[in-house]
């Protein structure tokens, strides 16, 4: 079952959420459940606690999965005397501070792992790329300052090189 959850954290991180969910497309509840996935059983900074800025509170509902796993979640952070809100405040503050490319990595995390492997073992892949399926060799992953930041894949399609951006791949096979 899906619970609702609301937590309040300074308005900075507000602006980074805003930030990503504009970048890459998401529905709200999508990316902050994708951050609470892949930050939930990770070691969650204090910093930014101290910031003095305006309060900003959200309201969503986990999804299934992140529900079942949320008192797991908890339990294993070593933070168990924090509660619900504090915790997820906390994890919402690290993904704030973590810089684009390494939230972008947390949100796209299976597609990320996918392309690595193809780039260790120098083989080609297939690749869903703004409604077309691209056979490409993926040679390394480029900060792409054009892009805010973010992450571009460097690949070569019959021996021309080019930049996709990570958050237009749909697919990996």
Do not use: C
């Not at 900074?45 to 959200?58: F, P, Q, Y």
């Not at 309201?59 to 079942?68: H, Q, T, V, Y």
């Not at 810089?99 to 780039?119: G, M, V």
């Amino acid at each position: 079952m899906r619970r609702k959850i609301r937590v309040t954290f300074p308005k900075l991180v507000q602006e980074v959420l805003q930030i990503d969910q504009e970048y890459f497309n998401l529905k709200k509840e999508t990316l902050y459940n994708l951050i609470i996935e892949g930050l939930g059983f990770q070691e969650v900074t204090s910093i930014g606690l101290d910031i003095i800025d305006e309060k900003r509170s959200i309201n969503f509902n986990l999804n299934e999965k992140n529900s079942k796993l949320f008192s797991e979640m908890l339990k294993k952070s070593g933070m168990s005397e924090l509660s619900e809100g504090e915790f997820l405040k906390r994890v919402f503050l690290t993904y704030a501070n973590l810089h684009p490319s390494i939230r972008e990595r947390i949100l796209y995390k299976d597609i990320f792992l996918r392309i690595e492997e193809a780039i260790r073992k120098k083989k080609e892949i297939n690749i869903y790329y703004k409604g077309n399926l691209e056979k490409i060799k993926p040679i390394s992953f480029e900060r792409n300052k054009d892009i805010g930041d973010y992450t571009a894949l460097k690949a070569k399609i019959e021996n021309k090189e080019y930049l996709f951006e990570i958050k237009d791949i749909e697919y990996v096979t």
